[in-house]
């Protein structure tokens, strides 16, 4: 986390913005916040430290990469706050006419969250480490562009918290929906057969996500669950293997790198001397010397 993102701790529960503000902060002392409850919808991401939180009547205890959605006159705050520790957290306020607006342009795809949580007095919901490593980076581009001065900030702003509440709507809907096992191991093999046949074409986990219909969430969690790693580990891992036989037909270093879903040479030269222990010419030329004649076409 960049440091300069770092806000300062403000007690205040009242909105200066009309529409939303966001905050990220880091503390090692916590000034107490009495329990209270607020007239704006509030969104917290618990990043690191050791805290308990009071959300209605129920006291949860959050683990890094747990996320809370507060609905207006939710009673509310952080208990038990360890002070050994860095609290680090984002927090994201939308103001009642704000978040109204945009659920009559669109119900379902803003409010679904918030409804649900409205629905349960608060929801605390937990997400694996990928999740949350792509939901912080989303939080640090609308912080950045907060604290920016870029031409057209207030419309990529906009933009940019209405992206966020459709992917934080989609991201509690499959939480809230788990898949079954069968449905995973189907997913499971379908993303492995597309995968490698399709090894010289984009494989980005938005666009396997787009091709299969499921989201993002699914996808990572299905890889990681059974292979032990990421989906870009395992595509890099498959794309490297099938180098190593292109590099035996002698086919130029060049086209490899084409063919395979490597930018350049360098890309391709890192990933392979990283993963075999040696360059992709001293592959070819140890392996040329240890490879029998073949036998004459008659």
Request: proline share 4%.
């Amino acid at each position: 986390m960049k440091k300069e993102l770092s806000t300062g701790f403000d007690a205040r529960q009242y909105m200066k913005s009309e529409d939303f503000e966001i905050f990220y902060y880091k503390d090692t002392s916590l000034s107490h916040v009495e329990p209270h409850a607020h007239d704006y919808y509030e969104f917290y991401f618990f990043l690191e430290g050791q805290a308990e939180y009071l959300l209605g009547n129920q006291l949860h205890h959050l683990e890094p990469g747990d996320y809370l959605l507060i609905p207006p006159g939710i009673l509310h705050n952080a208990e038990k706050v360890s002070s050994s520790l860095p609290y680090r957290r984002f927090v994201l306020w939308f103001s009642r006419p704000f978040f109204h607006s945009l659920c009559q342009e669109d119900s379902e795809g803003f409010g679904y969250a918030f409804r649900l949580a409205q629905e349960r007095k608060g929801l605390h919901l937990k997400t694996d480490s990928i999740t949350a490593q792509e939901t912080l980076g989303l939080l640090m581009e609308i912080m950045e562009e907060k604290q920016g001065a870029r031409p057209f900030r207030s419309i990529t702003l906009r933009l940019g918290i209405c992206s966020f509440l459709v992917y934080l709507n989609r991201l509690t809907y499959d939480l809230e929906h788990p898949v079954s096992a069968s449905y995973e191991s189907a997913l499971y093999a379908s993303l492995c057969d597309y995968i490698n046949q399709h090894l010289e074409e984009d494989l980005s986990l938005d666009r396997l996500a787009s091709f299969f219909f499921v989201s993002k969430y699914h996808i990572s969690h299905v890889f990681k669950d059974r292979m032990g790693i990421s989906l870009h580990q395992y595509i890099l891992k498959k794309r490297l293997h099938a180098c190593k036989n292109a590099i035996l037909s002698g086919m130029a270093f060049a086209k490899i790198c084409q063919q395979y879903g490597f930018h350049d040479y360098t890309a391709f030269y890192r990933a392979f001397k990283k993963e075999y222990g040696i360059s992709p010419k001293e592959y070819r030329e140890q392996h040329a010397m240890v490879q029998p004649d073949l036998p004459q076409q008659p």
